[in-house]
């Protein structure tokens, strides 16, 4: 079973679209987060979900808003997509604990591409 | 503001050697350093990770090496093996597993090992 999904793996769509990613992971972990990964590779932090409250919002355009049906899931939704949104996004979840190994889980990512 | 700095870009290492990668940090605050592993169209994965009271921490091949009035930590990599080719980012965050803030990534650098 895999551990955080996400759907699509590919989204591709026009400039001015609404569009939304979904997440759900089944390990039981209580924050869930979004990153974004440019073309260079480069991953950065967008949100992050603990139990159904935003905890972080980064400099991200008010188009993008995370939203937490349930604790299993984080979807995100962008509004009046633009081309600088075309990026690889990921979701993670990590649960409860301190030690080293409470890691975050990565979802196998959504290819977004704006024309 | 780039908190995280991570060399080199790219690296190329003969099958058998040792593979080095550096990070640097400036936020005082951080408690809490994994390394991440990614493949190709997949999504990163926790190496290994260490917390700033040890200096060193080992997992078979892979050793981290933990500065911390320096504020640098780096990856080593033993006996370096072809599949070990893929990109590698390093991380920081003020709790383990990146707490409510997720985790601040370096730049990756991108690991060829050459048979």
């Known amino acids: 079973d895999t551990a955080v999904s996400q759907t699509p793996k590919y989204l591709v769509t026009q400039m001015g679209n609404d569009k939304s990613i979904k997440c759900e992971q089944n390990?039981?972990?209580?924050?869930m987060y979004w990153y974004k990964q440019d073309s260079k590779k480069f991953l950065k932090i967008m949100f992050s979900?603990?139990?159904?409250?935003?905890?972080i919002n980064e400099t991200v355009p008010n188009r993008f808003s995370p939203k937490s049906p349930d604790k299993a899931h984080l979807n995100l939704h962008i509004n009046s997509l633009e081309l600088g949104d075309s990026a690889v996004y990921f979701c993670?979840?990590?649960?409860?604990?301190?030690?080293?190994?409470?890691?975050?889980?990565f979802g196998p990512g959504t290819r977004l591409t704006v024309l | 503001q780039q908190q995280v700095k991570q060399s080199p870009q790219s690296l190329i290492v003969q099958k058998g050697g040792i593979s080095i990668i550096n990070c640097a940090y400036e936020?005082?605050?951080?408690?809490?350093f994994p390394w991440y592993q990614q493949f190709p169209g997949k999504g990163p994965a926790l190496l290994i990770a260490?917390?700033?009271?040890?200096s060193e921490k080992k997992e078979g091949r892979f050793t981290i090496s933990f500065n911390k009035s320096a504020k640098q930590f780096s990856l080593h990599i033993m006996d370096s093996q072809p599949g070990d080719s893929a990109t590698y980012f390093c991380?920081?965050?003020?709790?383990?597993?990146?707490?409510?803030?997720?985790?601040?990534f370096g730049k990756g650098t991108h690991l060829i090992i050459q048979p």
């Open positions: 390990l039981g972990h209580d924050t």
């Open positions: 979900y603990n139990n159904k409250e935003l905890i």
């Open positions: 993670a979840s990590r649960g409860t604990g301190t030690g080293v190994r409470n890691e975050q889980f």
């Open positions: 260490i917390r700033p009271d040890v």
């Open positions: 936020n005082t605050a951080f408690d809490y």
């Open positions: 991380a920081a965050s003020k709790s383990a597993g990146g707490g409510a803030d997720g985790l601040t």
